[in-house]
């Protein structure tokens, strides 16, 4: 078995599941958090799974996709939350919605909250424009399952190098969008967004992704994402049940 310190394992909570033994079967069974959908949860459940998440030294990703949802995971006390593009009624992708949630946060946005977008990012150009809009982190999954190489598709995401097979050290793989590759070019020896990373489907891809986190920690003299935990309490909100 092959350890993957840098990957985070998800549960996904929904309104069927009874909030505490879940909970502590994701946290027993390894996972770092737990994903908490605020459009299949009500006030008072929201705020019950974050407690017994915290209680647990898990800081969970709250997922939100309207103004209206941003409002009531922030009312909540949300500390992680995910902007998800995709549209899970009809599963369309409007790449604006993030951009537009943000918008409508303004300033009751607390410092230090961690933004994340999801769904529909495809190149280095989507990551630096989510990180212009305010977010810290994205999420990966069909665009890795659809690369050719899912190792240097992460590489371009990040804004790294990565060399060509076969090819002289330092070459950089060309990527389907010619202007993230040149982005990818100039942003040689920054350190970017972090990116979670999802649709790997070889255990080489999955080492390769998982050395690359290690190295990346070591060159910021830090440790890998997540390797800081907080606790604290779900707070209530104004006119929240939770």
Known sequence: MVSLPCFKLFLLLTHHNPPPPKVYEARVHGADTCLL??????DARLCALMQCCR???????????????????LA??????????RNLKDFSVDPNTTNSV???????????????????????????????????AVLVGEALMRARDPVAKIAHLRGLP?????????????????AGALQL??????????????GLKRASDAVAAAAAAHR??????????????????????RGGRG
């Open 216 to 237: 990346a920690a070591r060159a910021r003299g830090g440790r890998t994402a997540g390797g800081a935990r907080r606790r604290g309490r779900c707070r209530r909100g």
């Open 76 to 85: 909540a006390g949300a500390r992680v939350i995910g902007i998800n593009n």
């Open 102 to 136: 943000i918008a409508s946060a303004g300033r009751g946005m607390p410092a230090g909250t961690i933004v994340c977008a999801l769904s529909g990012i495809n190149t280095r150009l989507d990551v630096q424009r989510y990180r212009t809009a305010g977010c810290k």
């Open 55 to 73: 209680h647990l030294d898990m800081e969970p990703l709250v997922e939100v996709a309207t103004p209206g949802e941003m409002q009531r995971a």
């Open 37 to 42: 959908i605020v459009a299949i949860l009500s």
């Open 162 to 178: 990565s060399p060509q097979p076969g090819g002289p050290p330092g070459a950089v793989v060309a990527d389907d969008d010619a």
């Open 185 to 198: 070019r100039q942003s040689k020896g920054r350190l970017p967004l972090l990116v979670k990373i999802c």
